[in-house]
């Protein structure tokens, strides 16, 4: 059956710029190109069609293809990063920085992020367009199934949003509860996600009137008393009889 808006899939792909991977969901593709990330979880993604939680050109491609689908597609920037705006390239003062900006370094300024294309005197040149922006994308892709059940599903969007995989989900009487592990609040991209991860549950799931996150923190163990070390004690001097007594004088 065809896919569609709305759709669940697990899906492999790998994204290129001419010759050059910009990203992929295959570990080994990620080592070779040399864009490997050992924090970043490579395998299949699950993605809702139609949710935009790809690039709009690869996501129209696949709506309308049947599981074990494989192909190539290009997309134009308007269906990838946009167009390259000439009023996204600004010229700001070097007192913004921390340190000397340099041609090439990636830089963030008033919460946008961009790159230093050029420094003239006391000014840097920064492009705020994202790196793709302008460019032409080819995506070679699969889709491996389709994810039927609602706790898979949510699961794949936890991976998809957080990167995480340690995150249980169970779902009863209008409940979506999910079991943190400790310290998550300390997780930056957790803690940025969290709030599209709960959105999206209310939009996907009708029967869903409560979403409950819920960190469990265990006492830690105490630890085990060290074993009592009995000192031996010293052997008694015999008892003075008549014969020492003798021997002595």
């Known amino acids: 059956m065809a896919l569609q808006e709305g759709d669940f899939i697990r899906l492999r792909y790998t994204g290129r710029v001419g010759e050059s991977i910009f990203d992929t969901t295959d570990e080994e593709n990620a080592k070779e190109e040399g864009i490997y990330n050992p924090r970043a979880e490579y395998g299949p993604v699950t993605v809702r069609l139609g949710s935009h939680h ?136 957790w803690m940025v996600w969290r709030g599209t991860l709960v959105r999206e549950i209310f939009e996907n799931y009708s029967d869903v009137n409560d979403v409950v996150m819920k960190e469990t923190i265990s006492r830690p163990a105490e630890p085990e008393a060290a074993p009592e070390v009995v000192e031996a004690e010293e052997p008694a001097e015999p008892a003075e009889t008549e014969e020492t007594k003798e021997s002595e004088e």
């Not at 705006?85 to 007192?95: C, L, N």
């Open 54 to 189: 790809i690039i709009v050109g690869l996501e129209d491609e696949l709506i309308g293809k049947e599981v074990g689908a494989e192909g190539e597609v290009d997309v134009p920037p308007e269906k990838g990063f946009g167009a390259h705006e000439d009023g996204a390239v600004k010229s700001v003062p070097v007192t913004q920085f921390r340190e000397k900006p340099q041609r090439g370094m990636r830089i963030e300024v008033e919460g946008r992020e961009g790159v230093v294309v050029d420094v003239i005197g006391r000014r840097a040149v920064v492009d705020f367009n994202h790196p793709l922006a302008g460019k032409t994308l080819n995506y070679s892709y699969a889709i491996l199934e389709k994810v039927e059940e609602p706790v898979e599903q949510i699961k794949g969007l936890i991976k998809l949003f957080s990167a995480r995989a340690d995150i249980g989900v169970t779902i009863a009487d209008g409940t979506a509860e999910l079991e943190l592990p400790p310290a998550i609040t300390y997780d930056r991209r």
